[in-house]
């Protein structure tokens, strides 16, 4: 009786381990496929085989910037911060003013706080270095104009010749060019390339 309880307690105790190594194989079959299939692959087997499908798939969409972002600085040299910040100030002023004329409206354009740097000059008496002078100051503010008429900036962004005739010493990036609906774009091509991959398998798996 002893050695029958004995061999009942080792067989509740196997199924139970076959239990609970079953069920770590079913959870991690279950995190294998959820990372299968959100990668966008697909891999299926047939029971009754050894031969398997691979379904694969892939969705595109075309979209067009809506955002065009367009950076410049301008700079300028004083004998003193004073002098300096007065010339800036004008010219950020007659940079305004440019951007205004070409319908730019003050919440599409940005201007940045003034940086400041001391200047120098060396020195030298026939031909012996004597050590550097202050010699004045420069300043550079930058501008950011973002809108959403991507035209209108890339005219403006070509076209500064008013600005330098003008006496404002500005350099021009290049624009940059974004699209705000992304999360969007994301969705949708989630959508298509899961819906994509589903038709694939199915085409391989009934032999289309």
Known sequence: MEENKEKKEKTGFMAQGRSVIIAVIAALSAIICVSIFTGGLVDYKKSG??????AT?????????????????????GDTPRD????????????????EENQVADDEMIFSSVNISQTYTSRY????YLGDEPDGYDLTQSLTVSSYDIDKVENISRDITK?????????SELPEYYYTKLDEVKLEFTD?????????????DTGA
Do not use: P
């Open 163 to 171: 600005l330098i005739e003008s006496g404002v010493e500005f350099e």
């Open 84 to 99: 300096a910040y007065a010339i800036i100030k004008k010219d950020a002023e007659l940079v305004r003013q440019y951007l």
């Open 192 to 204: 298509d390339a899961l819906e994509a991959i589903a038709d694939k398998a199915m085409e391989k």
């Open 57 to 77: 798939g892939s969705a595109s969409c075309d979209f067009e910037s809506d955002l065009i972002v367009w950076r410049g600085s301008f700079s300028v040299h």
């Open 49 to 54: 085989g050894g031969s398997g499908i691979t």
């Open 125 to 128: 008496d026939e031909g012996k």
